[in-house]
């Protein structure tokens, strides 16, 4: 997901947000590009922290995650952008294409160059994705894979952008403090869970603990209830992913985002204009969950 969200924002700071859309059309992207990546990392038991935070103790592998969430959240996510095409297709034709790229007189960003990328660089960058995928319950692997690559990337600088090591950071340490703290809660969810049998509340109920909180929070102290039923684990956590949308804070990647975009709107991101430009795809896909 963090990866998604990096790449999907980038390409589109570069070929939509430069081309100045309006603040209603700016505000429905971003808030259909935050909701499209919280529940596209359904389609694997790895790719969103919500998920990955329940998928060993659950025993939730790859083809539970795509016979139950994935085809779903592919249905809500074709749906959500079918629709939102259809609302601002004329909006399109109102884009006002630059003149030029950048000022004549100030040489071009490097994050914006266009250079082409040797295909030996771009193999092995997906070498260690994949690395970093397998290796994942095996730290000290992971880690020096991790070393490794950010030796390779300092050495191949003049192939690579800037690494950011702020934003992974805080949202590791975040993650790791709800692995040691979150047991401590397990009293109190586990009753509060317990008590609503109706998974339309579950459900809906953790999309909204969601927007003001975080996606993987939710699910991680829902996992700290040892007798969930199966149809109560499915509710917390498609309501989980389901509302990674609605605000910055509710799904790890979106700050990530965030950084990124925040330039092309006046005075920064609005809290309440991007929960209403989510909320219409939130629906979608929570239908979709909860329907299909």
């Known amino acids: 997901e963090p990866a998604a969200m990096t790449i999907a924002a980038l390409l589109l700071a570069k070929r939509f947000y430069s081309l100045t859309p309006s603040p209603t059309f700016a505000y429905a992207t971003l808030g259909l590009l935050f909701v499209n990546v919280s529940v596209g990392g359904t389609l694997t038991h790895f790719a969103a922290p919500p998920v990955l935070m329940v998928a060993e103790r659950w025993d939730w592998g790859m083809g539970f995650m795509l016979t139950q969430f994935g085809w779903k959240a592919v249905i809500g996510i074709l749906v959500s952008n079918v629709l939102y095409f259809a609302i601002f297709r004329r909006r399109f034709s109102e884009l006002n294409v630059p003149a030029t790229r950048h000022d004549p007189n100030q040489p071009p960003l490097w994050e914006e160059r266009e250079d082409a ?115 109560a684990k499915y509710a917390v956590v498609a309501g989980a992913v389901t509302g990674g949308g609605l605000t910055v804070i509710a799904n790890a990647p979106n700050p990530a985002g965030q950084a990124i975009l925040s330039r092309f709107f006046k005075g920064g991101v609005s809290p309440a204009k991007l929960a209403l430009s989510a909320l219409v795809p939130t629906i979608i896909v929570g239908a979709a969950y909860m329907l299909l």
């Open 117 to 231: 990328i040797p295909p030996l660089i771009t193999a092995i960058h997906i070498l260690f994705l994949g690395w970093t995928v397998f290796m994942a319950h095996y730290p000290p692997l992971f880690l020096g894979g991790f070393l490794i690559l950010l030796g390779f990337t300092e050495g191949t600088g003049h192939h690579q952008n800037d690494v950011k090591m702020r934003t992974p950071l805080l949202v590791g340490f975040f993650l790791a403090g709800l692995v040691i703290h979150g047991g401590c809660q397990g009293w109190w969810i586990e009753l509060l869970l317990t008590t609503f049998d109706n998974e339309w509340i579950l459900m809906i109920g953790a999309t909204i603990l969601t927007a003001f909180n975080d996606n993987a929070a939710v699910t991680y102290l829902a996992s700290q209830a040892p007798q969930l039923a199966d149809a």
